[in-house]
């Protein structure tokens, strides 16, 4: 026998459970949207399900499916995040951070600009 000298595969992050996952969406939801009613009306809105389905997802009866996970995914940033780091994509994450940074800016340069406008305005006058 020849010894074993293939490439090692990276190691990744552990894949969280089902349970986990769902649990963790569901405290997002929570955090985002608090809760009262108003979680499943805005469940309802995004994903086009009844509210007891909504009120099953939130209380752990039942798990939404892909396509709903999805919506669920739209609607929510919270879910969104969630999301992006349990799959440990955090690409994703930065260029929304990159995003936020980029408005950020802008609004500051425009900020920038009506100060010199308005001391121009003050030396002239």
């Given at each position: 026998?020849?010894?074993?000298?293939?490439?090692?595969?990276?190691?990744?992050?552990?894949?969280?459970?089902e349970a986990?996952?769902?649990?963790?969406?569901?405290?997002?939801?929570?955090?985002?949207?608090?809760?009262?009613?108003?979680?499943?009306?805005?469940i309802m809105?995004?994903?086009?399900?009844?509210?007891?389905?909504?009120?099953?997802?939130?209380?752990?009866?039942?798990?939404p499916?892909?396509?709903?996970?999805?919506?669920?995914?739209?609607?929510s940033?919270?879910?969104w995040?969630i999301?992006?780091?349990?799959?440990?994509?955090?690409?994703?994450s930065?260029?929304?951070?990159?995003h936020?940074?980029?408005?950020?800016?802008a609004?500051?340069?425009g900020?920038?600009?009506?100060?010199?406008?308005?001391r121009l305005?003050?030396?002239?006058?």
């Open positions: 026998m020849f010894p074993k000298t293939g490439n090692q595969l990276p190691n990744r992050a552990p894949v969280p459970s986990e996952f769902l649990g963790a969406v569901r405290q997002a939801l929570r955090e985002e949207l608090g809760g009262s009613r108003a979680v499943t009306k805005s809105r995004w994903t086009g399900t009844c509210d007891r389905t909504a009120r099953n997802w939130m209380s752990g009866t039942a798990q499916s892909g396509y709903h996970l999805f919506c669920l995914a739209r609607g940033k919270a879910v995040a999301f992006v780091a349990m799959s440990g994509r955090t690409d994703f930065l260029s929304e951070d990159l936020a940074v980029e408005v950020a800016l609004k500051a340069q900020a920038l600009e009506i100060l010199k406008r308005h305005k003050q030396k002239r006058d």
